[in-house]
C-alpha cells in the first residue's frame, strides 16, 4: 500500500467513539485504506460498503436516530 499522509490521522480517531466516513472520487484507494485498517485492527472494527443496496438504502435521507442505530 502506497503510504498516505492521512493514515495517521485516520488512525488517532478511531476507536473513540467516532465513525470515520472515507468519500473521495473513484479509484483514489479508499477501499484499500479501509482493508489496511480491517487487517490492522480485525474484528474490533466494522467495513460497510456503499455498494451494496441495503447499506445505501439506510443511509439514505437518514436521521441521526436511525443513523445512530445503524452504527
Excluded at 488512525?11 to 468519500?23: R, T, W
Excluded at 435521507?61 to 445512530?68: H, I
Amino acid at each position: 500500500m502506497i503510504q498516505r499522509t492521512i493514515t495517521p490521522f485516520i488512525d488517532s480517531f478511531l476507536f473513540k467513539k467516532k465513525h470515520i466516513i472515507l468519500y473521495w472520487p473513484r479509484q483514489v484507494g479508499k477501499t484499500t485504506l479501509a482493508k489496511y485498517f480491517l487487517k490492522k485492527y480485525g474484528d474490533m472494527a466494522d467495513y460497510y460498503t456503499a455498494e451494496e443496496a441495503d447499506i445505501v438504502s439506510q443511509l439514505t435521507n437518514a436521521t441521526s436516530t436511525s443513523l445512530g442505530k445503524f452504527f
